[in-house]
């Protein structure tokens, strides 16, 4: 996993252990984290990730 997304996840988790953070925040990280391949899940206060392949464009 690069760096950045791992830098992302934790201010992820940061953002969801404060309740007072917007949402936008959360779907800002959430779309670069997919830049990078990577897809979150969100479950309560944690948050769940795996790598997936990003296709190449056509």
Do not use: H, I
């Not at 925040?25 to 790598?51: F, H, I, N, S």
């Amino acid at each position: 996993m690069p760096d950045a997304a791992n830098a992302f996840l934790k201010a992820r988790q940061v953002a969801l252990e404060k309740t007072g953070r917007s949402g936008d925040d959360m779907r800002e990280l959430r779309a670069e984290l997919a830049r990078l391949g990577v897809v979150v899940r969100d479950e309560k206060r944690r948050q769940y990730w795996r790598t997936c392949r990003q296709s190449d464009p056509a």
